[in-house]
């Protein structure tokens, strides 16, 4: 049979039970359609744009009741939000759901987390304190570690980390874990939607099988889907709010109702066919960003070798107004994501007897980065006639990217390492890490002054934070190794680029 319906045609197969319809834009016209008339069956005859059949529209009347009380509550903004996973990623969400005029419960495993959030505390650097202990305060922000809340909530954003194992695979036990906890105090017709990045796949063949085990059915007692969070942190421009929001349910109408919840929240939805579309999208974006940076790392290494400033090269070639994008060299991939979600995808390739080789040469490439930059302060001590043992080398900017507090995987702490078993004495700065523990060495911040600049052998930049006084820096250090480009435009014989 076919249905007509605005300018769109759809094929259908037209059993009460078994049917088929495409576009999820359809069922959500369907239900605005169903909304206005009261009823879809009584009014039908009276839509010129609309050929029906019967046993067809009671069968979809029946879904969208279903979904219809839950899209109501959504659109009233009475639905009861949750998010777990109260970090970078879920923290974030969570306070634009509260800032739309929903009642969120976060909820979080470590306890030092919700306490420091209940004293409206905040940990990640975008979300402020005075916003956390306001909206906590009013009780519009409530935050918990206790999961059974769980079976209060209406729709449930899951933000777990998706870390990797020591053989550098997919760790999925936090995954596993909350669908365990979901699973003990799901009831019918809550949303859930999974927003960390993963392996296509994950959604409908791990997450969904464990919630089932409940005895209840995604698409028909529970909507299910997958949404990849796109967040970059300290970036001014982009929040949660104008960064479109990719959506793939388990069915189209957990699609919508995944594309209506968020639609409250920001700006732009992209629907997609399945959730494995959704988790495929994070990871082709990471990896595009992944592969394009360890190609501009190689050829900062044969610039080098060329005598050509790479700099100076990418400046000019990004002045082409097309095909051309502009990715920079440096110290080495750090963060949750580019370094980590590149290998979920070639870890599922390998899976299914595929080799993405792309992937592993760029991670080949970039992981050598902090071996490349500990070089380059071999050679500049050298060219000073001091070796690396024995040296005084501080480093400046230990977090993974600058004006953030992140140190997860950043090639600072990987510089830093090879410099000690190499015999340096190393100190750090970092205005938004006070104090670092890794492998053997631990240490704290100290405040930059002339004193300290001038007394060690050589300064490394390793991340480039808008906060830094670079003019002292310049000024009053030895030797510098700048390896982000910090110091632009200023020519000096002790300062060495990567
Ligand atoms: N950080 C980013 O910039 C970023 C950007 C896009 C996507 N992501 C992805 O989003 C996901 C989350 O990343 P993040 O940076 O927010 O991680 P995070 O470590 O900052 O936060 C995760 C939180 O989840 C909590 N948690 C873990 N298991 C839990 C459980 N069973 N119940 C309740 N809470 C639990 C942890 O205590 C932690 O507070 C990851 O998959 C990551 O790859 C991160």
């Not at 097309?322 to 979920?344: A, K, N, Q, T, V």
Request: glycine share 6%.
């Amino acid at each position: 049979m076919i249905l007509k319906c605005k300018s769109l045609v759809f094929c259908s197969f037209c059993y009460p039970c078994n049917y088929r319809v495409q576009g999820t834009y359809y069922l959500g016209y369907l239900y605005e359609f169903y909304v206005s008339h009261g009823s879809m069956s009584s009014s039908i005859s009276n839509e010129p744009a609309f050929f029906y059949c019967k046993p067809l529209f009671n069968c979809l009347i029946l879904d969208l009741n279903k979904m219809s009380e839950l899209l109501e509550k959504i659109k009233t903004k009475k639905a009861k939000i949750g998010v777990i996973g109260l970090g970078y990623v879920g923290l974030p969400l969570a306070l634009e759901f509260v800032r739309s005029g929903y009642c969120v419960t976060g909820i979080d495993k470590s306890k030092e987390r919700v306490e420091s959030l209940s004293k409206g505390k905040s940990y990640v650097i975008d979300v402020r304190d005075e916003d956390i202990a306001q909206f906590v305060e009013k009780g519009i922000l409530s935050i918990t570690d206790d999961t059974s809340v769980l079976s209060d909530l209406d729709t449930i954003s899951i933000c777990v980390p998706t870390p990797l194992t020591k053989t550098k695979d997919p760790d999925m036990s936090y995954i596993i874990n909350v669908s365990q906890e979901v699973k003990r105090y799901m009831h019918k017709d809550q949303l859930f939607i999974l927003e960390s990045t993963t392996y296509p796949g994950t959604t409908e063949e791990l997450v969904q099988p464990i919630l089932e085990e409940s005895g209840l059915k995604a698409g028909k007692d529970f909507f299910l889907a997958f949404s990849p969070e796109r967040i970059d942190p300290g970036n001014k421009g982009y929040s949660v709010k104008n960064i479109p929001k990719v959506v793939g349910g388990v069915t189209e109408q957990c699609t919508e109702l995944a594309r209506c919840l968020y639609s409250q929240i920001i700006e732009t939805i992209v629907p997609v066919s399945s959730p494995k579309v959704a988790e495929m999208v994070k990871l082709l974006e990471n990896t595009f960003r992944n592969v394009n940076i360890a190609l501009v790392n190689e050829i900062a290494i044969m610039a080098e070798r060329l005598g050509i400033d790479v700099w100076e090269v990418i400046d000019a070639a990004k002045t082409k107004p097309f095909g051309f994008m502009s990715f920079y060299p440096g110290p080495g991939l750090g963060g949750h994501c580019i370094p980590i979600d590149p290998l979920y995808l070639s870890w599922v390739a390998k899976k299914n007897g595929f080799e993405l080789r792309f992937i592993a040469l760029a991670d080949q490439i970039n992981s050598a980065m902090p071996e490349f930059v500990v070089e380059k302060i071999t050679d500049a001590l050298n060219s000073a006639e001091k070796s690396v043992k024995g040296s005084n080398i501080h480093i400046l900017g230990v977090a993974y990217k600058k004006d953030i507090n992140d140190v997860r995987e950043s090639p600072a702490l990987e510089i830093m390492n090879i410099l000690r078993l190499k015999g340096a004495k190393i100190s750090y700065t970092d205005p938004y890490i006070p104090e670092i523990d890794y492998h053997a060495l631990t240490a704290r911040s100290k405040p930059l002054t002339k004193e300290l600049l001038s007394k060690v052998d050589c300064s490394v930049i390793v991340t480039d934070h808008s906060n830094f006084n670079y003019d002292l820096i310049v000024s009053h250090s030895k030797l510098i190794v700048d390896t982000r480009n910090a110091l632009k435009g200023i020519n000096k014989k002790h300062i060495v680029r990567l």
